[in-house]
Every structure is written in C-alpha cells, then in structure tokens.
C-alpha cells in the first residue's frame, strides 16, 4: 500500500476554539456546519478505511473525531449530527468492504485530500 500523508484537524479545532466563529444567538444556523458534517463523515469512513488497508493507525480518526466534536459541539443536536455523519461515513464503507482493494485506497487518498481541503478553508474563511 502506498503512504499516505494524513491531514490533521488541529489547526481546524484551534479556530473553532476560539469562540467567535459561533454566532451570539443559538438559534442561527452555523456557517459551516455542513463543512463539519462533511468531515464528520470523511473521519467515519477513514476510521473504517485506514484500518482496512493496513495502516495500524488504531483510533487516530475516531481521536480526531472526538476532538472536532468536543470543540466545536460538546452537546445537543450539533453534536449528534456530526456523530452521526460520522457512522455514516464508517457505516458506508463497513457495508462494502472486507479487505483493502485498488477502490479502497482510491477512497482513503480522496478522503485524505478532501478532509485537508475542508480544515483549510474552514480555517482560512473564518479565522480571525
């Protein structure tokens, strides 16, 4: 299997810490909560994938979840939505894969840019 270079979501979990991103009036939608349901999923379905293909990274992605949840939505509904887009994610590709095929590792290099690509925008578009 070829290496892959994984993405982190600390500098993600670093500016959603910050506070101000989440809007005074708890009601109003989240900017980017779909961007967090997103990776929220990307994170399901690496956890699952990454483990498929050999990669002993043990609970690296499910960790990395459970920060990006504690951070940004320690409880209530924001938290279970991203929960869930996160067995999602891992459901999805449980279903369908036994073992590591060419698809697979197809999967796991989208995820890996595509999860980047998220943390990077959401980090650029509402950092300070």
Same mark, same amino acid.
């Given at each position: 299997? #070829?290496? *892959?270079?994984? *993405?982190?979501?600390? /500098?993600?979990?670093? +500016?959603? @810490?910050? $506070?101000?991103? =989440?809007p ?7 900017? *980017?909560?779909?961007?967090?349901? !997103? ?10 994938? &990454?483990?498929?293909? $050999? ?13 990006? +949840?504690?951070?940004? /939505?320690? @409880? $209530?509904?924001? =938290?279970?939505?991203?929960? %869930?887009? *996160?067995? !999602?994610?891992? !459901?999805?590709?449980?279903? @369908?894969? !036994? @073992?590591? #095929?060419?698809? %697979?590792? #197809?999967?796991? &290099? ?8 998220? %943390? &990077?925008e959401? #980090?650029?578009?509402? /950092?300070?």
């Amino acid at each position: 299997m #070829t290496r *892959f270079r994984a *993405f982190s979501v600390l /500098a993600l979990l670093a +500016v959603l @810490s910050l $506070g101000p991103l =989440r809007p005074a009036v708890a009601q109003q939608a989240i900017p *980017f909560d779909g961007d967090l349901r !997103r990776l929220s999923e990307i994170l399901g379905a690496l956890h699952y994938l &990454r483990e498929v293909c $050999g990669a002993a990274e043990g609970q690296k992605w499910r960790n990395e979840m459970q920060q990006l +949840v504690d951070a940004e /939505a320690p @409880s $209530g509904a924001r =938290r279970a939505q991203m929960m %869930a887009s *996160f067995n !999602r994610g891992y !459901r999805l590709y449980q279903q @369908s894969y !036994r @073992s590591c #095929t060419p698809a %697979a590792d #197809t999967a796991v &290099r989208r995820y890996l840019q595509e999860g980047a690509k998220i %943390a &990077r925008e959401v #980090t650029a578009r509402y /950092a300070n």
